[in-house]
């Protein structure tokens, strides 16, 4: 089966149609919670081992190296826990709408993840870590939506591409910083 389109119509889909105030803010918003996501994931590469050597022994656990990749195992798997309930976001984006909610999902994860930061046992920190996934997870899926929902049908895979893409700035900045401080 052929499908064939008149001019007009594939003069119609090759057209960009422009973006909105509303749509330009929601895409940075969203992606500047997406590229806090990704220097996250790369600050907590680089910090998981010297906290846990220091976590592990205040929490009555030997600091092992076994013990490091055991618990350093266990905090991942709970944060992708927490990625995984991030269909608790969903009944309140309905209700209050998705920009505010990408708002208050990056608020969340950015509390939970400062409050890792200052976590005095392995247990504190496994719980804000756990609650951290729960923001970030909401944060991808709210984001993600957002533009998918909102960005006219001619230019949501270009958004959805740049999305995805633009995650890797916050390593990117993180690498950057880390070279001109040390």
Do not use: H
């Given at each position: 089966m052929?499908?064939?389109?008149?001019?007009?119509?594939?003069?119609?889909?090759?057209?960009?149609?422009p973006?909105?105030?509303?749509?330009?803010?929601?895409?940075?918003?969203?992606?500047?919670?997406?590229?806090?996501?990704?220097?996250?994931?790369?600050?907590?590469?680089?910090?998981?081992?010297?906290?846990?050597?220091?976590?592990?022994?205040?929490?009555g656990?030997?600091?092992?190296?076994?013990?490091?990749?055991?618990?350093?195992?266990?905090?991942?798997?709970?944060?992708?826990v927490?990625?995984?309930?991030?269909?608790?976001?969903?009944?309140?984006?309905?209700?209050?709408?998705?920009?505010?909610?990408?708002?208050?999902?990056?608020?969340?994860?950015?509390?939970?993840?400062?409050?890792?930061?200052?976590?005095?046992?392995?247990?504190?920190?496994?719980a804000?870590?756990?609650?951290?996934?729960?923001?970030?997870g909401?944060?991808?899926?709210?984001?993600?939506?957002?533009?998918?929902?909102?960005w006219?049908e001619?230019?949501?895979?270009?958004?959805?591409?740049?999305?995805?893409?633009?995650?890797?700035?916050?390593?990117?900045c993180?690498?950057?910083?880390?070279?001109?401080?040390?």
């Amino acid at each position: 089966m052929v499908l064939a389109a008149s001019p007009k119509e594939l003069m119609v889909a090759s057209s960009r149609e422009p973006l909105n105030g509303n749509q330009v803010r929601g895409f940075w918003a969203a992606w500047g919670g997406w590229a806090l996501d990704g220097m996250d994931s790369f600050i907590y590469a680089l910090v998981m081992v010297p906290a846990l050597r220091e976590l592990l022994p205040r929490s009555g656990i030997p600091d092992t190296p076994a013990n490091e990749g055991l618990y350093g195992g266990l905090l991942f798997a709970l944060f992708l826990v927490g990625w995984g309930m991030a269909f608790l976001w969903g009944p309140l984006a309905d209700k209050f709408g998705r920009v505010r909610t990408l708002m208050l999902t990056i608020g969340w994860y950015s509390l939970f993840t400062f409050l890792g930061a200052i976590a005095i046992r392995v247990w504190q920190l496994a719980a804000f870590r756990l609650l951290a996934g729960v923001g970030i997870g909401g944060e991808w899926a709210m984001g993600g939506t957002f533009v998918a929902e909102e960005w006219p049908e001619s230019r949501r895979k270009m958004g959805a591409g740049l999305m995805w893409e633009l995650n890797t700035v916050g390593g990117r900045c993180l690498r950057w910083v880390g070279r001109r401080l040390f």
